[in-house]
């Protein structure tokens, strides 16, 4: 929450969860979000509908991130998670002014229907 002449500003969870989500989804190399078992029933039992595999943490001037991820296959997983962490965290930053502390990738796959596809085309 940011003090201000005219009151306060408050951004959610939510708020930063999408921008966090849609950064994500645009990162070169992600080919979706994943979600586990857990985040499922959390969702089920909180009735809350945050972006599909990402949880985050606001408070006070800062946010935590975390993100679940299937990369695309061929691509140096590596790689992908520092422009992934990079992308997510000027996004944020940038929309919102707050200072994000941590970006943290789980790779829950990789998803190789991409270069299957590829294979048979080209036969």
């Known amino acids: 929450m940011v003090e201000s002449n005219g009151?306060?500003?408050r951004?959610?969870?939510g708020v930063v969860a999408v921008i966090a989500g849609l950064a994500a989804a645009q990162t070169q190399g992600i080919s979706s979000m994943s979600s586990g078992m857990t985040e499922g029933i959390k969702k089920?039992?909180?009735g809350k509908g945050n972006m599909r595999g990402v949880q985050v943490v606001v408070q006070d001037?800062?946010?935590s991130i975390d993100l679940r991820v299937?990369?695309?296959y061929g691509?140096?997983?590596n790689e992908?998670?520092?422009r992934l962490q990079r992308d997510?965290?000027?996004a944020v930053e940038n929309m919102t002014g707050l200072e994000v502390t941590r970006v943290n990738v789980r790779v829950d796959g990789v998803d190789w229907t991409r270069e299957k596809r590829g294979s048979q085309t080209e036969k």
């Open 61 to 63: 001037t800062q946010a």
């Open 11 to 13: 951004i959610t969870d």
């Open 44 to 46: 089920r039992v909180s």
């Open 70 to 72: 299937i990369v695309q």
């Open 7 to 9: 009151g306060s500003i």
């Open 80 to 82: 992908v998670c520092h």
């Open 75 to 77: 691509c140096r997983i």
């Open 88 to 90: 997510v965290k000027q």
